[in-house]
């Protein structure tokens, strides 16, 4: 009888243990998944928040304005590594002021349908700021979505991209 009684308890405690390692492990599964990456567009000034998405698992972002002398698209693509942003492509159909007209060591340059595109491009940023215009209209892209950054902040203000791990 002492056996029967023993196995019984010993089932009951494997039961148990099992049960609450199978709960433990079910909330913290955060702890087993890689964090996403944000970014986050925000008031540079009073750091109110305007803008929050994921970004695919690259971490690739970009943004689109018309230059304001030359009158084309530019589009700069942005990544974080190692916790810090970086500039990495920039692509543009024309010269203007602060747009790249020589390469630098290790990039690239390409044609692609009417645009020239720097590649390997690795420029740290401590701080990456836009102000949101009036007239030219300035895109964020992540992926295949696009949002337009005067329907997210007010005109004029300057806005701080970010890229927060959640």
């Not at 002492?2 to 909330?27: E, R, W």
């Not at 002021?97 to 390997?120: C, F, H, K, S, W």
């Amino acid at each position: 009888m002492k056996t029967k009684v023993d196995k019984n308890y010993a089932a009951t405690t494997v039961f148990v243990v099992a049960v609450i390692l199978a709960m433990t492990i079910l909330s913290c599964k955060h702890l087993f998944t890689a964090p996403v990456q944000w970014l986050v567009m925000a008031n540079a000034d009073t750091n109110q928040i305007y803008f929050e998405k994921p970004l695919e698992a690259d971490g690739v972002f970009s943004v689109s304005y018309i230059h304001s002398v030359n009158k084309t698209n530019v589009e700069e693509y942005y990544r974080l590594e190692n916790g810090q942003l970086y500039l990495f492509k920039a692509r543009y159909r024309s010269f203007g002021a602060g747009v790249a007209t020589e390469l630098a060591p290790g990039q690239t340059l390409r044609y692609e349908d009417g645009y020239m595109v720097i590649e390997n491009m690795h420029y740290e940023l401590p701080s990456l700021v836009y102000k949101v215009g009036t007239v030219s209209d300035m895109l964020i892209h992540i992926g295949q979505q696009t949002w337009h950054m005067k329907e997210l902040a007010p005109s004029l203000t300057s806005v701080r991209f970010t890229v927060q791990l959640k």
